[in-house]
């Protein structure tokens, strides 16, 4: 059986060297008023570094041989140590951080729950395999979750591993990524649902161009009009712009286009959800 911890699963890579851990902390933006979340503690190296740097720490391990150790290791009296599931933890009303190594193969589905339920973290420091990230970064074009995030986090890699930093020793290449909350973010969160179900469906019409993709939205005079105004091609791909001529795009949408018209948009990322849900429930029969 699969679980975020990863003993189990053998999906993760420990950092070997507390130092590290210890300097990556001091360089982050945790403080003594915040509470912070290590998902997949493992055997407690993040968690105790954490407890003298923070307010509170919320350990999760779902392995009960590693739960077993880190709680011989992370026994400070502001540390809350949790042998479960992460994705089966409720996550607080109020503000919080991450600082996390997470389990590779549990990456989309921790981030899943981190960004695009209810109470998004402050700040989270998390490291992931390099193409992971790179996904979330948008990089070197965008992807969509790229798009759904950037209006409202910035996101940045901020450390680099090599490979002898972990045990065992992993096959690819990890970084720590950086993701804030804007204070001033691109579009306001009371639009968030509706932003989702446009990129969603932008995205998975699947034409050839972006263009196509959003014919049934935009007339070809709205298109062209808008495609210069925002600077790109008209036979541009839907990942081929940046996440801010999305933003443009979604603006004029929301404003310049009739209700009959954005019924066809509406549910789009819901329906992707339910979708995903099926195959990962085939994905486990088989």
């Not at 902390?25 to 968690?47: E, P, R, Y």
């Not at 503000?95 to 899943?112: C, E, G, H, L, Q």
């Not at 020793?169 to 009371?190: C, D, F, G, K, Y």
């Amino acid at each position: 059986m699969f679980g975020v911890g990863g003993l189990v699963s053998h999906s993760q890579n420990f950092i070997s060297d507390p130092n590290i851990v210890k300097r990556l902390i001091k360089q982050s933006s945790i403080s003594n008023s915040d509470v912070v979340f290590d998902i997949g503690a493992g055997k407690g190296i993040i968690t105790k570094q954490l407890a003298p740097r923070c307010k509170k720490v919320i350990a999760v391990e779902v392995d009960d041989s590693l739960y077993a150790k880190l709680t011989r290791v992370a026994q400070a009296d502001n540390t809350v140590l949790l042998n479960c599931d992460f994705l089966t933890v409720p996550l607080p009303r109020l503000k919080y951080k991450v600082f996390a190594n997470i389990p590779f193969n549990y990456t989309s589905r921790i981030m899943s729950k981190l960004y695009f339920q209810a109470n998004p973290p402050e700040s989270a420091y998390l490291v992931m395999q390099k193409e992971a990230a790179n996904m979330y970064l948008g990089y070197p074009r965008e992807t969509q979750k790229s798009l759904l995030l950037k209006p409202f986090f910035s996101i940045e890699v901020f450390h680099i591993f090599r490979a002898i930093d972990f045990k065992p020793v992993p096959s690819v290449e990890a970084v720590m990524l950086e993701i804030n909350r804007l204070q001033n973010p691109h579009l306001n969160r009371t639009v968030l649902q509706s932003y989702f179900d446009f990129v969603v469906y932008g995205t998975t019409r699947y034409k050839t161009t972006l263009k196509k993709s959003l014919a049934k939205i935009f007339t070809h005079k709205q298109f062209k009009r808008l495609a210069k105004h925002l600077g790109f091609t008209l036979d541009a791909k839907f990942l081929d712009i940046t996440y801010l001529q999305w933003i443009g795009l979604y603006n004029y949408f929301e404003h310049g286009v009739i209700d009959k018209k954005k019924g066809l948009v509406l549910g789009s990322y819901r329906r992707q959800l339910m979708a995903q849900r099926r195959l990962k429930k085939i994905y486990r029969k088989r």
